[in-house]
């Protein structure tokens, strides 16, 4: 495996993302998309994480426009309040088409089968929703997404295989509103929806006091198996 920083040109601009290559010279992408702390270590991790399974794996830096290169840590607290702010001021519509570029710069990078799927975390689990809703993404998986209810709406746009996993006790997520969700799209065979329980949001941020490693793990156990089955 190995990393570099890359510059994905979008409609006006450019931007960075970090991006993993597998060991193999051939494979499928994967959009990684940031939670609120940007392209941090935990983002990179999780990148370098999914080029080890085999996957060409890219993080876009979806801050570029409030900040470039932002990289917060949520254990400070000056950190996590700047984190709330930039996802206060961003620009969902502008991030994805950031998304469908970042996309198509995967889908024609060399060695990339052209299959590419997505999965975002927080901010980015309700991107990677909109993935499905609004990009041709071949699949997408969203960990603990926020404020997806707001979007229900382009629920009847999706195309391709969509895995939602919901937190339970989700702080940012009320009951209310998954109960609405998982209403909204029980009857859409391309959604599969998982819910952990006793789990907040987070539990998969390997290094941090809402992990909760057997959650976590089979997040991540019934993620590798649908990638494997859609990017195949």
């Known amino acids: 495996m190995t990393a570099q920083n890359v510059t994905i040109s979008a409609i006006a601009d450019s931007f960075s993302g ?15 998309i940031q939670e609120i702390f940007g ?4 983002m990179r991790k999780i990148a370098d994480s999914y080029a080890e399974a085999g996957y060409f ?8 426009r409030l900040e470039p290169n932002t990289q917060l840590d949520p254990d400070y ?32 990078y060399p060695g990339c089968s052209g299959k590419v799927g997505s999965v975002g975390f927080c901010l980015g689990g309700k991107l990677a929703y909109l993935m499905a809703t609004r990009t041709d993404a071949d699949c997408s998986v969203s960990y603990y997404g926020v404020a997806i209810e707001s979007s229900l709406a382009e629920a009847p746009n999706i195309q391709k295989p969509l895995i939602l996993h919901l937190a339970e006790n989700d702080e940012f997520a009320s009951p209310e509103s998954q ?16 819910s952990y329980a006793g789990v907040s949001h987070a539990f998969g941020r390997v290094d941090s006091a809402a992990y909760r490693p057997e959650a976590a793990e089979l997040a991540r156990d019934r993620t590798l198996a649908f990638l494997q089955q859609h990017l195949s």
């Open 77 to 108: 607290e000056d950190q996590l309040a700047k984190a709330f702010d930039f996802y206060q001021r961003f620009d969902v519509d502008k991030g994805m088409e950031d998304l469908q570029a970042s996309l198509t710069f995967l889908r024609h």
């Open 57 to 64: 794996a890219l993080v876009p830096d979806l801050f570029w």
């Open 39 to 42: 392209v941090n270590s935990v």
């Open 18 to 32: 970090y991006l993993a290559t597998p060991a193999s010279p051939s494979g499928a992408g994967i959009i990684l």
């Open 179 to 194: 109960a609405t969700i998982q209403q909204t799209l029980k009857d859409n065979p391309l959604v599969t929806i998982y």
